[in-house]
């Protein structure tokens, strides 16, 4: 019978242990959680270059390209409303957006929503996102062209026109420590 016992109380264990497991998986992670700091998380490009050219639309539809912003410094982020780490970042990018925008240095959110501007005002509107422009690459060109792996993707490109960073998932773009990493980057 004691055999028997510690059968059962073992399988007992194992059952709550597995349970225990599968409840801290299943869990959502707080935002906090899913951004890397953007120290650990940025990849520095051997030979800075500018990025392939894309187009991009503005919410009223009409196109854009980086050359617009020549002499400036810029985050450039792929990303979506429907894409999780995406939306885990944003708030941080909307903080350093403005952050940033003092030291001439802009953030480019592209969205490649399907459903548009409207999706895109609406997330904002949701989130209380205030201080990102709504901008749109519906059919995922600068995802292609810079051969990103997924999103979110960021690109850090100085004021001379070069890449000279990338950022692959969410990372918190809103920290003391990134905001000096992407004035430094950004050549500002």
């Known amino acids: 019978m004691l055999h028997r016992d510690r059968v059962i109380t073992r399988r007992r264990a194992l059952a709550v242990g597995g349970t225990l497991a599968a409840a801290l998986v299943a869990r959502k992670p707080r935002a906090a959680e899913t951004l890397d700091p953007l120290s650990k998380a940025v990849q520095m490009f051997?030979?800075?270059?500018?990025?392939?050219?894309?187009?991009?639309?503005?919410?009223?539809?009409?196109?854009?390209?980086?050359?617009?912003?020549?002499?400036?410094?810029?985050?450039?982020?792929?990303?979506?409303?429907?894409?999780?780490?995406?939306?885990?970042?944003?708030?941080?990018?909307?903080?350093?957006?403005?952050?940033?925008?003092p030291a001439d240095i802009a953030v480019l959110p592209l969205s490649s929503d399907r459903g548009g501007a409207d999706a895109v005002r609406a997330f904002f509107d949701a989130h209380g996102i205030k201080g990102l422009p709504v901008l749109l690459d519906p059919k995922s060109a600068a995802v292609q062209a810079w051969n990103a792996r997924g999103i979110p993707t960021s690109l850090i490109i100085d004021r001379q026109g070069r890449a000279v960073a990338k950022v692959e998932g969410a990372a918190d773009w809103s920290s003391p420590a990134a905001l000096v990493l992407v004035r430094k980057l950004a050549g500002s």
């Open 46 to 101: 051997e030979h800075p270059a500018p990025p392939p050219p894309i187009t991009f639309l503005a919410a009223d539809g009409k196109p854009h390209t980086l050359a617009e912003f020549a002499g400036h410094g810029m985050v450039v982020n792929l990303w979506a409303t429907w894409c999780g780490p995406c939306v885990a970042e944003m708030a941080s990018l909307d903080a350093a957006s403005r952050a940033l925008a």
